[in-house]
């Protein structure tokens, strides 16, 4: 297996949600276990995901778990999630469904270097830039 750097994210509760809700954005096959999967019974737990990743067809992937308790959870403006491409449908589709329960920061449209770039905040708190450039000749 080649390596990769993928990005991981942490939620305090809501990593199934927002693991399915990327699922239904970028597709692909998504697997969950959860702490109970594990072997912790308990009921704070046992439904909380311990380790989520989902692979895309086009070979995007993105893991996620949720904080045990005692584990702080600090949102904030230290990750950032890009996608760029020169597949203008498929990075608008995934704008489009990222910015639509969340809110734009920089709208998507044409800039200086060229290329249609936006950033948006998605439903969960993770900041998305996306970069659409021009195809090669």
């Known amino acids: 297996m080649q390596t990769r750097l993928n ?4 939620f305090a509760g809501t990593a199934r949600d927002a693991l399915e809700f990327y699922h239904r954005v970028f597709g692909g096959e998504l697997t ?20 989520g990743q989902l692979e895309s067809p086009n070979g995007l992937t993105l893991m996620a778990s949720d904080l045990p308790p005692g584990v702080p959870h600090q949102p904030g403006t230290n990750i950032t999630i890009s996608l760029s491409g020169d597949d203008h449908d498929e990075l ?12 734009v920061t920089i709208p998507l449209e044409k ?27």
Do not use: K
């Not at 608008?92 to 809110?103: H, N, T």
């Not at 060229?114 to 659409?132: K, S, T």
């Open 111 to 137: 800039q200086m270097w060229g290329a249609e770039f936006g950033q948006c905040v998605d439903a969960y708190g993770i900041a998305w830039l996306v970069n659409i450039s021009q195809p090669e000749s």
């Open 92 to 103: 608008v589709g995934y704008w489009e469904q990222l910015s639509a329960s969340g809110s």
């Open 32 to 51: 969950v276990n959860t702490f109970g999967d594990f072997g912790n019974p308990g009921p704070e737990l046992s439904d909380q995901i311990m380790h």
């Open 7 to 10: 990005p991981y994210l942490n």
